[in-house]
């Protein structure tokens, strides 16, 4: 029998620049997750405020209050995580990292200005994230600003110990 995957072709990828379908996947599930934890929040909120003052309360009826709070919550939810760990949730979960440019961990100003910068790639019809695609450093705009690059980060112990449990114990010996 034969293992489904070698330790190396699990690992090999650690430290390579992340491409376009792994960061876009990543960042879906991020997007999901961040909105998933705001719309909790709220309907929490609009719960709270009714079982305190017995009137009806609807974030929806302050839009403008609304956007405002969602834009402040996707700046906390990116920045904080990625000046803690270099990555998101849905980064985590997809084997992602931010790191300086240099391979050392983001600092916390470097996740801030990444933060601030990645609407820049949006704002331009997108453009932003060509380097992506076209750069051998995978760039995006935000990441150039910020002096920041996505890499696989898979955990090589972990990947090596699981590869080792698939093992048919007759020939681990």
Do not use: C
Not at 113 to 132: D, N, Q, W, Y
Not at 150 to 166: E, I, K, P
């Amino acid at each position: 029998m034969t293992p489904p995957s070698s330790p190396s072709s699990t690992t090999a990828r650690q430290g390579h620049y992340a491409g376009a379908v792994t960061r876009l996947v990543a960042f879906a599930a991020d997007v999901g997750i961040s909105w998933g934890i705001f719309t909790l929040a709220s309907a929490g909120l609009n719960f709270a405020v009714q079982l305190v003052t017995g009137t009806t309360f609807a974030v929806q009826q302050y839009p403008v209050a609304a956007s405002v709070s969602l834009v402040v919550w996707e700046f906390v939810y990116f920045a904080y995580q990625w000046a803690l760990s270099g990555k998101t949730v849905g980064m985590a979960l997809f084997g992602i990292r931010v790191v300086a440019t240099d391979g050392s961990p983001l600092q916390a100003r470097q996740a801030v200005v990444r933060t601030l910068a990645f609407p820049l790639s949006f704002l331009l019809f997108g453009l932003g994230f060509v380097g992506i695609l076209l750069n051998r450093d995978r760039h995006a705009l935000h990441d150039r600003l910020a002096r920041t690059v996505v890499v696989y980060s898979w955990d090589a112990r972990a990947a090596r110990l699981r590869w080792l449990a698939r093992q048919d114990p007759s020939t681990a010996a």
